[in-house]
């Protein structure tokens, strides 16, 4: 009688582990990492080397805070054909807030092309209920898929995925941090994971300070397919002043080229701090005579 009590109950315990699981979305996982201003600079030629295919970099934090290496995170990794995504450090309390941040994320990412979803962060929550945090990151996400026309995720630890966020964010995929574990504690709203953050104490090469470490799927990827390498090349940061047509010359381009790679909707408005990818030139018939004065530069 003992014995088939305890095979009963491993039967039960078995079955509950199953159903408790919280599995990725797809197979095989993408080996990736997540980075602010707190990495400081990063080589990201090394990073890419030691095979992290995908990197979501902080561009905003609140309704004024542009993250100082937003721009050089981005330009360093796309350079390197690293897959990039980027994320936002919500402090909404309100849905009004959540919207305007919202809209300060979308501005600060516009002209970028990522290869990854948009991601919520919501920190400053403290004081909210979950009813109110759902509504604020609904509204928010909502704002920015419209805005941008990419995709959105959001980001949270295990147990606010369990505890504080609701249902109607099932609509979305959700990228858990859970430490310690081989596989993220279910939360019994989401079937699966799209993003894993195993670890805040990484380390990677190019990087000098501890790194956020994650698994992610296909889902997170804006074409939902596996990344392969993007297109490696030039970046150029346009300066104030600069004209399309001051980038072709300077970088030996095309302004169709650059149009085309960068899918730029209106090139007679460019932005200082925009970057934008210098296709390769297949024409090597482009020469240029040396003047007095003049420097490789």
């Known amino acids: 009688m003992r014995r088939w009590i305890l095979a009963v109950l491993t039967c039960f315990w078995v079955c509950c582990a199953a159903a408790e699981g919280f599995p990725p979305s797809s197979e095989p996982t993408i080996a990736g990492i997540d980075v602010s201003a707190w990495q400081r600079e990063i080589d990201w030629e090394q990073v890419a080397d030691a095979g992290v295919k995908i990197a979501f970099i902080r561009a905003t934090e609140g309704s004024r805070f542009v993250d100082p290496q937003f721009r050089r995170n981005y330009t360093g990794a796309k350079a390197h054909g690293v897959a990039v995504g980027f994320y936002h450090f919500m402090t909404a309390k309100t849905e009004a807030e959540a919207v305007a941040q919202a809209d300060f994320f979308a501005a600060t990412v516009a ?11 919501y920190g400053g929550s403290a004081g909210l209920s979950g009813e109110t945090m759902t509504r604020n990151a609904l509204a928010f996400m909502e704002r920015v898929q419209t805005r941008t026309g990419w995709g959105v995720m959001l980001y949270t630890d295990a147990w606010a995925a369990k505890a ?18 081989k596989e993220p504690e279910a939360n019994g709203k989401w079937a699966s994971w799209a993003g894993f953050q195993y670890s805040d104490r990484g380390r990677i090469a190019g990087i000098a300070d501890y790194v956020d470490l994650d698994y992610f799927t296909a889902e997170i990827m804006l074409s939902g397919k596996t990344p392969e ?10 300066k104030r002043g600069d004209t399309l047509w001051d980038i072709a010359r300077k970088t030996g381009s095309t302004v169709e080229k650059i149009v085309a790679a960068n899918n730029i909707k209106t090139p007679d408005l460019i932005y200082a701090g925009e970057v934008f990818l210098i296709p390769e030139i297949t024409n090597t018939g482009r020469y240029y005579t040396v003047r007095a004065g003049d420097t490789l530069w």
């Open 111 to 121: 002209n970028t092309q990522p290869e990854c979803r948009m991601v919520l962060d």
């Open 164 to 181: 504080r966020f609701g249902e109607a964010l099932t609509a979305f995929p959700i990228w858990v941090a859970n430490y310690g574990v």
């Open 229 to 238: 390498r993007p297109e490696k090349g030039v970046y150029y940061t346009v």
